[in-house]
């Protein structure tokens, strides 16, 4: 793990668990920016996947920021700044075009056709929102770094969200690190904030247009539709004085200390959705309760998410590669 995080390098070559600040103020941008594509189309090319700068880079990225909310709880202090103000202001502006794209009326339960008028302001209005977000030096990356923000919210044909959608958001972070627009002190907010409020954006596309879960392995699967926020809440867990991972099953905890904690955000998110004993709807949860630590979980958790998501072809298929996130291997 220590390997991959001093992968990722936010500014400068300087990795972003050192902390260090570089002299200059911006890392070294590649000139070519490119709208980023598929590269993934057989099964013997996830080799190409895991060797890829891509993968270092956006393993880096999450393990970065796992370490960084450790033992931290969402209400603590931290800094934020112009772009993450910018970022918070994108997906509030997402949120509104819910309000104003109500479901239509149809004959099938799931899959609200109105969804695929909401994607498509999206898909006309992307680069727009992202130009926003960057500095005016950096807007020549806002065609690569807007088709990471399009992945991340669902697909409008099968009308579907899942882990693949999840992660290209991650990417969509990624690449703003990438070029500068965020900075080592942006950590606690870009999960705190800005991730956290593309789970609420994400619930709200997920319970308006009911939305099926892409690739959802059922009650095996961790959860239908996310990942993450169940790794970083993990970490930010870790060393808790009362907290132990058998007390997320019991709803007055979960009452409780959800504003502080993302993890227990998640489980009271799946109470409201499901129905039934929780071992039953939520099965691999329920297992992870039984384990001894926040440490072990966490841990898990990383192993799991590697297997699950980034090594299943169905689901890296679709991610797409840029100058940013490069499908060039990674060198030695």
Not at 134 to 163: C, F, H, M, Q, W
Not at 189 to 199: E, M, Q
Not at 206 to 227: C, H, I, N
């Amino acid at each position: 793990a220590n390997n991959m995080q001093e992968s990722f390098n936010f500014e400068l070559g300087f990795a972003l668990c050192t902390g260090a600040s570089p002299e200059d103020d911006r890392p070294p941008i590649p000139v070519n920016f490119m709208v980023p594509k598929k590269e993934i189309s057989m099964v013997p090319d996830m080799g190409k996947w895991k060797r890829s700068q891509a993968y270092a880079d956006y393993m880096g990225f999450i393990l970065t920021l796992n370490e960084g909310v450790k033992g931290k709880k969402l209400t603590c202090e931290y800094p934020i700044s112009e772009t993450v103000e910018k970022l918070l202001s994108l997906l509030g502006t997402l949120d509104r075009w819910i309000d104003e794209t109500p479901p239509v009326d149809q004959p099938s339960r799931f899959g609200n056709k109105a969804y695929r008028t909401w994607y498509a302001k999206l898909d006309q209005e992307a680069e727009n929102l992202v130009s926003a977000v960057l500095p005016s030096d950096l807007s020549a990356a806002a065609p690569e770094i807007a088709v990471y923000l399009k992945e991340a919210v669902g697909n409008s044909t099968r009308i579907d969200y899942g882990t693949g959608h999840e992660a290209a958001f991650a990417a969509f972070l990624c690449c703003l690190c990438k070029v500068g627009a965020l900075r080592v002190e942006d950590q606690l907010a870009l999960i705190f904030k800005v991730f956290d409020r593309y789970l609420q954006v994400m619930r709200k596309l997920q319970k308006t247009y009911r939305m099926e879960p892409a690739g959802s392995q059922g009650v095996w699967g961790l959860d239908d539709f996310q990942f993450l926020p169940f790794i970083w809440g993990s970490s930010q867990l870790i060393d808790h004085p009362t907290l132990e991972p058998r007390h997320f099953v019991e709803e007055k905890v979960v009452n409780e200390y959800h504003q502080d904690y993302m993890f227990l955000e998640c489980i009271k998110f799946i109470n409201e959705m499901k129905t039934g004993p929780f071992a039953e709807h939520s099965n691999q949860l329920w297992n992870i309760s039984a384990v001894p630590s926040w440490s072990k979980v966490n841990q898990g958790l990383i192993r799991m998410y590697k297997a699950e998501c980034l090594e299943k072809f169905p689901v890296i298929q679709h991610f797409k590669f840029g100058s940013l996130l490069s499908i060039q291997s990674v060198k030695p």
